[in-house]
């Protein structure tokens, strides 16, 4: 039984990784169970599930596409690694880091900048869709 978790595991974590040759070489199994269990696994992941509120990129405005860019995350991201990933931008070009080199400062400043009008703009769009 162990045996069928750790495989799944692996399975999942590659699928999540984005590893769809690892995925593609699992997705036909002997196991007509496990077969079962990988096809309604996929159908899930695929599905528009009702009141999703994260639409594909592809679907998405070009400014909203480009604030994704920005941030650095998938348009699918959650809320919380959203945050984390603005956080950590606003972190790395903070304009005080490079206090001591005018030219840089300015660089960071305007980063800086780019980066809270696309999380406000990701923010703004987001609270609209879940109205």
């Not at 495989?7 to 496990?34: I, Y």
């Not at 030219?103 to 696309?118: D, F, L, M, P, V």
């Amino acid at each position: 039984m162990d045996q069928i978790f750790d495989r799944l595991g692996d399975l999942l974590r590659s699928v999540l990784r984005g590893d769809d040759r690892k995925a593609s070489q699992t997705s036909s199994f002997s196991d007509p169970d496990m077969q079962a269990a990988w096809d309604e696994l996929n159908d899930f992941m695929n599905a528009e599930q009702p009141g999703h509120d994260r639409p594909a990129s592809s679907t998405l405005p070009p400014k909203v596409r480009d604030a994704f860019a920005v941030i650095g995350v998938d348009p699918a991201a959650g809320n919380e690694e959203i945050a984390k990933a603005y956080k950590s931008l606003l972190l790395k070009n903070h304009p005080d880091r490079f206090a001591t080199d005018p030219a840089r400062q300015t660089g960071a400043t305007e980063r800086t900048k780019r980066i809270n009008q696309a999380f406000q703009l990701i923010k703004e769009y987001r609270s609209d869709r879940s109205r």
